[in-house]
């Protein structure tokens, strides 16, 4: 028995410094992960707030509203 364990020891010595790296690997992606998520909500909020923008009226009466330009020349047509 004893010779057994002599003989995988090197091996458990092994694996437990891959146990180690492999921990310190899942924390550095653990870190990426969460800051990734953390881009892509600041980003979904970006997005959301150019839709309501493009989506809404144009906020000054100096600024000619685009939209309001083409459906007031597309009238004019039909």
């Known amino acids: ?3 057994k364990l002599d003989g995988i020891k090197h091996h458990i010595d ?3 410094g891959k146990i180690h790296v492999l921990e310190e690997e899942h924390t550095s ?3 990426k992960q969460e800051a990734t998520q953390t881009r892509l909500t600041h980003l979904k909020g970006v997005v959301e707030y150019l839709e309501v923008t493009v989506k809404s009226p ?3 009466t100096q600024i000619p509203d685009e939209r309001q330009q ?3 020349a597309v009238e004019e047509m039909g």
């Open 14 to 16: 092994e694996l437990r």
């Open 58 to 60: 144009a906020a000054s």
């Open 1 to 3: 028995m004893k010779a």
């Open 70 to 72: 083409v459906l007031e």
């Open 29 to 31: 992606l653990q870190l």
